[in-house]
């Protein structure tokens, strides 16, 4: 690994509830920074807004990382940008991603990446984060409700991936971005914002049970979107389902 900051310990498990929940129940001594928690099947892989994540044997690539960065709340939302990141840089290689707010990776309309990021903060530090990452590798199908907007990297080009393989990829390639920040200090909020390609847009975010339409004026540094509602009150947003009314 080029800068190699830190040490991964990867464990594979055949089947877990969710990777997030196990290292979440781990007791002190277990959990280092760098252990990497990968299940073939998860009995009930979570996702944001209290979705569910599609997880079965075989087929998608479910892991989650440790950190014990000890920054900062106010940079917790750095952590969100580099590992969407490594995911995005990683798959551009080979395909036409792209990423959607907050930090979901698309392929031809369809999702084929998410990341739910959980974490323990005391006294306005991040002790602890878990770094939740589900990539549809080579799921063939997908149950009726999702059908519509999940994809695969299989389905989009054919060919299976080696999940291993891809794992590895990932893991240096957010090894290297998570050292550029915690040693050398860049900051890749910029890149991140450019890459989403969402301000200027007009959109729809469903949030809890809530709609709220307007056009993204501007991300913040925490990653929130700026919306400009009809009228030009500014809301901000911190999480929820985005779909562009107008580009
Ligand atoms: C999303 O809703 O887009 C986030 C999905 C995150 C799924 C991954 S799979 C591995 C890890 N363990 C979980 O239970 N969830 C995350």
Redesign the pocket.
């Given at each position: 690994f080029k800068k190699n900051l830190i040490d991964f310990n990867i464990k594979y498990y055949s089947e877990l509830d969710?990777?997030?929940?196990y290292i979440k129940n781990l007791d002190s001594s277990e959990n280092d920074e760098g252990l990497v928690i990968v299940a073939e099947k998860?009995l009930k892989?979570?996702?944001?807004n209290g979705?569910d994540?599609y997880?079965p044997a075989g087929t998608g690539l479910?892991?989650?990382i440790l950190l014990e960065p000890e920054i900062s709340v106010l940079d917790l939302s750095k952590i969100n940008m580099i590992i969407s990141l490594a995911l995005y840089n990683v798959l551009k290689n080979k395909y036409p991603v792209k990423m959607k707010w907050p930090n979901?990776i698309y392929l031809a309309d369809k999702k084929i990446a998410?990341?739910?990021i959980e974490s323990n903060i005391e006294a306005e530090m991040v002790k602890e984060v878990i770094v939740?990452?589900?990539c549809n590798t080579n799921q063939e199908v997908f149950p009726d409700e999702l059908n519509k907007k999940a994809g695969s990297l299989l389905l989009f080009s054919g060919e299976t991936v080696n999940n291993k393989n891809i794992l590895t990829d990932i893991l240096i390639e957010f090894d290297s971005l998570y050292s550029d920040f915690m040693i050398d200090g860049i900051d890749y909020f910029g890149v991140w914002k450019q890459e989403l390609g969402i301000i200027g847009q007009e959109i729809k975010v469903k949030s809890n049970s809530n709609i709220i339409q307007g056009e993204v004026v501007d991300i913040d540094r925490q990653g929130n979107l700026i919306l400009e509602k009809e009228g030009g009150n500014r809301q901000v947003i911190s999480s929820g389902e985005v779909s562009v009314i107008k580009g």
């Open positions: 969710s990777t997030n929940r998860q892989g979570r996702g944001r979705n994540w997880s479910y892991f989650s979901d998410g990341i739910l939740g990452v589900g």
